[in-house]
């Protein structure tokens, strides 16, 4: 029920960015629905192609699809309070990622993939549906360019293998991992971190 | 083998507009024939991926490889004459939009999935080709811009459902859908039908 | 052993070609990481997708992601030395094109497929890293604009089905293979032999 509630904010969050990208590049109706739909599900969609899970999961149950067009209408409804709303999209936005980041764990655990397999499919279904939306509004991918966004998924992914081992209960692990990769990616963007920097000074 | 005809039709229509989108953008031969065959065949790509039904289905029958790669050569001979044949392209190109789309309803409703999926499918087999030589050639999608295009394939996608519960029978209900898509589309386009503007004007 | 050897060899140069772009572009740690991992497996996920080979084949077998982070941190420390390479990183570039051609052969021959897919399936390893590389940095991806590079690798994929019905035994075929298509690659560029113009001259 927790996980459920937290899950269908995460899709929210995707598809309401994905709104907002689209309707900077002044799309029409049915463009704005597709990049919405598409940054909320991109990354699950990679992620169940890769284990070959199919048909992909948003394909057998129709809560993505429903939540992702019921986020639409209202955020087309209310664009211009959304902008108001930056912050909680931003928080949103972030618990979707740490959720997504150990649900993709979770699958490539089930799939008998090793940690570091784990850790990417769950940063890739963190992930992207983002890089889509940016490429398909032929942006370079907003995620190479700024933030420590998919570090945090990385970092959170692989807490949750040292928390197993501790042993902590596979529950809290799964939970302190989501809560980590949110931490992790609220600190960097409130105190401004960033990788670093791997090019010269130009002089 | 009317069937047939259409949808060799279609592959050929579908080929031909990649084939001038590569062209305009001065891509060298091989760069033509990959955006054709791209455009063509992207959607059931797709289709088939999502649906886990692999090796996808262009890589079991070469009629599709054999009539993408006689009508690049075709396109590129005739290059100069198919600016006068741009109707009877939007023509095959529609028909062929028609046709994909309930080619991917019937694989939905095949692989046991709901119809809003099987819309989806349909939706994403006629127009996942057109979106890719766009990304490909470094465009926005088209799809995303102009005309009423994919809202053809919703509304007839659905149509079909529609039909089938009155009940009419399934072969009826399937080519009465194939040609309402085909309808709606030319319609928009003769009287210059679009989505609702979702934007403010600026004052 | 020899096989691993170059297996490795073609990787490194895939991921090495990837993080040289992503620099150029100024990415971040973690886009470089990412634009060398895509263009690195690329071909090879797409490959496996198609035919239904899931999980994919780096999500199984460490060996790849390990050699590419490897790779991907000796780029960056010596990326100015980098530069002066550019020749011996065309001679690993070509080298992997021609294996994972043929590796892409030799999988589409498994899954029972016509010559003709075998063949589209080896072009597709050996090249869609590149592309995805380029769509990902937003560039019209540069195999659909310069140099002779598929060409080699759909030449030399033939080849090998015509070394076979000689019949030349099976490994030798797929050495051969190898070594024509990594000759006309080399021939191609050391020679500038591009495909025939098929624009008319503007006057």
Redesign the interface.
């Known amino acids: 029920m927790f996980y459920q509630t937290i899950d269908i904010l995460g899709t929210v969050a995707f598809a309401l960015s994905g709104v907002l990208v689209?309707?900077e590049?002044?799309?029409?109706?049915?463009?704005?629905l597709?990049?919405a739909f598409v940054t909320a599900i991109g990354g699950g969609?990679l992620r169940d192609?890769?284990?070959?899970n199919?048909?992909?999961v948003w394909?057998?149950d129709?809560t993505y699809?429903t939540t992702i067009f019921i986020t639409v209408v209202f955020g087309?409804l209310f664009v211009n309070q959304l902008k108001y709303l930056r912050k909680s999209l931003f928080l949103f936005d972030t618990i979707g990622i740490g959720l997504y980041t150990m649900v993709g764990v979770e699958k490539g655990v089930q799939?008998g993939?090793?940690p570091?397999?784990c850790v990417?499919?769950g940063t890739m279904t963190a992930s992207f549906g983002g890089?889509t939306r940016d490429?398909?509004?032929?942006?370079?991918?907003v995620?190479?360019?700024k933030e420590?966004?998919?570090?945090a998924c990385i970092v959170g992914g692989f807490s949750y293998f040292l928390f197993v081992m501790v042993p902590v209960p596979e529950g809290y692990a799964y939970m302190a991992a989501i809560i980590l990769v949110i931490t992790l990616r609220i600190l960097a963007v409130k105190f401004d971190i960033?990788?670093?920097?791997?090019?010269k000074k130009e002089t």
């Open positions: 689209a309707m590049k002044r799309l029409d109706l049915f463009g704005v597709i990049i969609t192609l890769l284990i070959g199919t048909p992909v394909m057998r129709l699809v087309i799939a993939l090793s570091v397999m990417a499919l890089v490429i398909l509004c032929n942006e370079i991918p995620i190479f360019r420590i966004y998919a570090t960033r990788l670093p920097n791997i090019y």
